[in-house]
Every structure is written in C-alpha cells, then in structure tokens.
C-alpha cells in the first residue's frame, strides 16, 4: 500500500523549460559539467554540480559549494526562472525517445514507504556517494533530481494518463539528444483522488534508477525528523521527489563489459574456456537476441555465445546474464573477483552501441562482451526475492532531466 502523493512544485517558467533542464548530476564528470554550464549558463547543472562555479582546485565536496547551489537555485525562484504551484498536483512527464514513449507519474513517495520495503531496492548504496547528495538536498532545502520509479500498469491509472494527455503540454522541447520532452499537469481533484487511491491499491514500488538519489533523500528526511520531535509525518521532508514509471513502457538496455587483458591465457585458451560453458559459433557485429546469450568481440572477431542448458539458473540473482558471466567466465577463467573495484574491467552503456565495444578494444582493451539486457520484470523478481543484482546490471533509457521538478522539503 503505496502513499504516492501529489505535491505544489517548484517549475520552470514556461519558456525557460529547455534552457534549464539537464541530465543528472553523475552522468558528468566535473569537466564536461563546467562546459555544459559555459555553453548554457541556465543549466540546472550550475546547481546540481555547483563546483562549476569555482576554481577546479576548490573541493567539490567543500561546504561553500553547496552553499553556492543554494544560493542559485533560490536566486532563480526569485527571478522568476521558476514558478510555484500553489495547489498540490501529479504531472506527467513524458519522454520521447527513437519513436518510443513513456510516460511517468512525477509525485512525492513515502521515506516511510522506502523504510517498510514497500519501495524495492535492487542495489546497494555506498555511504561516501550518499553524503554528496544528502548534503546538496539539505543545504538546498529542496530535492531536485527524481527518482526514477516503477509500478506494474494500472488501469486506472493509464485511464487518467490518457485524458490528461488529451490536453495542452506545459512543456514541449527537444533536447540537444533528440528526445522530446512533455509535461502536463493533472489538475481535476477526481482524477488526483484516482491516481492516488490507485497507487495505495498496487503493491509494490521499485527503485528503478537512483538507488543512491533515494537513499539520500531519505535519510535527509530522517535528519529533519530527528530535528523536530514532534513532527506529524505530514510534513514535506517526510516525501522525496519521484517519478513513477509503469513496467509495460519501461526500456532496459544492455550493460557491457570490457576487460583489460585475458589474465595471462592466450586468446586461444580463453576462448576454450568460454565453449566450457557456452555454445561459440563465428558471428557479426549484432547485439544478442535472447535471455542466456552473449557476443563476444575478440581479435577483431565477434562470436555468438550462449551459456549451456546445464548452467543455467532457475535462480532470481545467479540466473541473471550479468550473473551468468561473472561467475563462469569473469571471476573463474580472468580472475575478475570483484567488478566494483577491479581496474580489469570497465561497463560501457547499451546507449553507446556496438561499435563503442570494438573502438575500446582498439585502444585500451582485448575483449568485450554485449550483453542481452536485463528485463523490467528480472528486476521485479530479484527486488521481490528481498535481493541484490550484480552492479551494472541495468541501463535505463532515456535519462531524468533534473531541474523541471522541485520539491522544497519545508513551506
């Protein structure tokens, strides 16, 4: 029983909507952040990555800089770039990627939702990447990166999608990427009441992306608890900014490996490795078609692998394909204990494509393997079980834009 609530944000003006909008703060490093703000100097970036604003030898993890995020992004409400909503409302938000589209429900969920398991995790999250983004939310008094969520399709729901859809965008712009980008508010009380009702009524939620985003937000929401003993749980700090997704429009890409060196086996040797534990035939320069299979790039060569009857898992983590290659090929046969820490190995996104696999092979790698993605319901089934996928499991297209939402966690 989710408390998916409708919420005043804090938006763009509209004609402001394009220049302000940007992709999370951790999909830049902190270079290609500063030339993205010098070319757009509305940039939600010069917030979300304020460092940007200083020096390159100023700590980005000093306090002023946060104080400067601050500092911006109240300074922008008070221009006027953004306006508040007076009235608590959903929005939709719909983005359009390759002819494809989904749509989300941008709402406020439950921190208590998220303590309880009523919120689903399928990731760890490490302490030192949290306290960036606890301090950022903090200081700033506001959340203003969604969390990508998920819901299995609810009729109702999709009912009201429909109708709100039906009426004028408050946004429609393209982004530099070719994604379009629509948002719509859902104004009528009937249709707010039914989207909320419909949400206690679904079940389970799951974390998406933005294992580390929620997890932050949540424990900011904790420390204003701590903060005011006598709080009520209807307080805004007590809800985090999200984005709710149905399973039925969500799209996985693949998440690809490439290592570094064979662990001392010639190229030979390694491939007989591989026919241990998989069917290898000579192939071309083509993603997988189906569960259980892989292509792997190898001296300018790219076969079609599929993994044995016979290792294969009924198993909700260990018959993951992710899985599947890392205990029977990256650990046994490279040697590759740990993926998180281990510098053998990289993760290159689906969105990068194929040739992106051949071009590292080229230049800093010997092998690659494309992966056939994870899919929406793996990722329901592992998060059920009450257990973790392997990292880089997932790769969610398109991308959140940050800044089009704020959640101002007190009023």
């Excluded at 980008?181 to 009441?193: C, G, L, M, Y």
């Excluded at 996985?252 to 086996?265: A, F, H, Q, S, T």
């Excluded at 390694?270 to 534990?277: A, G, P």
């Excluded at 044995?308 to 198993?315: F, I, L």
């Amino acid at each position: 029983m989710a408390d998916i609530r409708p919420f005043k944000a804090i938006r763009p003006a509209g004609e402001r909507a394009d220049e302000i909008a940007a992709l999370p703060y951790d999909v830049y490093n902190r270079a290609e952040a500063k030339a993205e703000v010098d070319k757009n100097p509305l940039s939600f970036l010069k917030i979300d990555r304020a460092e940007v604003n200083f020096p390159d030898e100023t700590d980005m993890y000093d306090k002023i800089v946060y104080v400067k995020a601050h500092d911006l992004l109240w300074q922008m409400v008070d221009e006027g770039y953004f306006v508040r909503d007076t009235e608590d409302y959903y929005y939709l938000y719909e983005l359009t990627m390759n002819g494809r589209t989904q749509t989300g429900i941008v709402a406020c969920a439950s921190i208590d939702d998220y303590e309880n398991n009523v919120i689903k995790k399928h990731e760890n999250t490490r302490a030192d990447k949290e306290q960036d983004r606890i301090r950022h939310v903090d200081i700033c008094n506001a959340q203003t990166g969604p969390i990508f969520l998920a819901y299995r399709k609810n009729e109702d729901i999709n009912r009201v999608v429909k109708k709100t859809k039906e009426g004028e965008a408050i946004y429609d712009f393209t982004s530099e990427d070719g994604i379009r980008h629509r948002v719509f508010i859902i104004h009528e009380k009937d249709d707010i009441e039914t989207v909320r009702r419909a949400f206690k009524n679904t079940g389970s939620i799951y974390i998406a992306d933005g294992h580390h985003r929620c997890a932050s937000a949540v424990k900011v929401g904790k420390m204003r608890r701590e903060a005011h003993p006598g709080y009520t749980g209807e307080e805004e700090f007590n809800f985090f900014l999200s984005v709710l997704f149905p399973d039925e429009e969500l799209y996985i890409m693949d998440y690809n490996r490439v290592v570094k060196d064979l662990n001392g086996l010639t190229e030979e040797e390694f491939l007989n490795k591989v026919k241990e534990v998989c069917d290898v035939a000579p192939g071309k320069m083509e993603s997988p078609k189906e569960k259980g299979t892989f292509s792997l790039y190898l001296s300018k060569q790219w076969y079609t692998c599929s993994f044995k009857m016979d290792v294969r898992s009924d198993d909700p983590v260990k018959g993951l394909d992710v899985s599947l290659l890392q205990d029977l090929i990256l650990n046994p046969v490279l040697g590759i204990e740990d993926p998180k820490t281990d510098k053998r190995i990289d993760f290159v996104g689906g969105i990068r494509g194929l040739s992106e696999l051949e071009r590292r092979c080229e230049t800093d790698s010997v092998a690659a393997f494309a992966m056939y993605p994870t899919s929406i319901q793996e990722l329901f089934n592992v998060a059920d079980s009450g257990l973790l996928m392997p990292p880089k499991s997932t790769w969610f297209e398109p991308k959140l834009r940050s800044g089009l939402f704020i959640h101002e966690l007190d009023r």
